[in-house]
């Protein structure tokens, strides 16, 4: 590779590590072609960039996008899932290929925005419903609370509402 060809393709690979919201290292020693094209084509349904890099190139390429963690998930024959929309979909994608394919794919660690993760917390990640799912749990859960404080202050209105009456009525009674 030419000296301006790496430039480019550091240049590149800083682009794609500023846009990502995750990048997870894998070792993909021992995968065949087909195996490959097959892992390849499951991400890119879930709209994952996977690339083989040169480990040098994307040491100087994460130094250039301020994201020097990912130089200590580097090592070996490395290629990387770039995820850049939902946060636990590239680990789900991997995780789930692995598991169906037996195959030895095996993950180093991820790199969440700056923070550097081991593989065991990938793995993890991929066990987290999706993001959607965890707005409507939490939007449940307050809209619960709101829900709480509500029949509370309304036991009390209620309550004294009931009074009210109850004193009417008797008051009521007397005249009438």
Do not use: W
Not at 118 to 124: F, R
């Amino acid at each position: 590779m030419r000296r301006d060809e790496k430039k480019e393709a550091v240049r590149e690979l800083a682009e794609k590590l500023e846009r990502c919201n995750i990048a997870i290292t894998t070792d993909y020693r021992g995968l065949s072609v087909a195996e490959m094209t097959e892992l390849r084509r499951r991400l890119r349904q879930g709209e994952i960039e996977y690339r083989v890099i040169k480990n040098t190139l994307a040491r100087f390429a994460a130094e250039q996008a301020g994201k020097e963690g990912l130089a200590t998930i580097i090592e070996g024959p490395t290629a990387i899932a770039f995820g850049y929309g939902d946060t636990a979909a590239p680990a789900k994608a991997l995780v789930d290929y692995i598991r169906s394919s037996k195959g030895a794919l095996q993950i180093r660690g991820g790199l969440l925005d700056r923070r550097v993760l081991s593989a065991s917390e990938v793995t993890t990640l991929a066990t987290l419903p999706p993001r959607d799912e965890l707005i409507a749990k939490l939007l449940a859960e307050m809209q619960g609370t709101i829900f709480s404080l509500v029949n509370v202050l309304n036991a009390n209105i209620t309550g004294f509402l009931g009074i009210l009456n109850a004193r009417i009525k008797q008051l009521g009674g007397r005249d009438g």
